[in-house]
């Protein structure tokens, strides 16, 4: 996998905004098989960025009905990167 196969989207929330401005961790979707090393590697030469730390997190996807028929919406894997203080990535 090549960095942008690794690195599916950014999560652009009022909480991941709030995370950027006072821990500077942003989120991002990520391929459900990169592990963290993988991350870490991506978003350093994507964005030219200094890595301290990459959280994962496995989201399940949640049960929704339509009707009398009931669905699942897709599950898809989390990285929580956490930046040196001295960089910070602009997402607008």
Do not use: C
């Amino acid at each position: 996998m090549n960095e942008h196969n690794i690195i599916v989207r950014p999560i652009v929330t009022e909480q991941g905004m709030h995370m950027a401005n006072t821990k500077n961790a942003y989120s991002f979707e990520v391929h459900s098989q990169a592990n963290k090393i993988q991350v870490r590697h991506a978003v350093e030469k994507l964005y030219n960025v200094k890595v301290l730390d990459v959280r994962t997190a496995n989201v399940k996807g949640k049960v929704r009905r339509r009707g009398r028929s009931f669905g699942r919406t897709r599950s898809w894997k989390k990285a929580v990167v956490v930046l040196h203080k001295d960089n910070h990535i602009d997402l607008f």
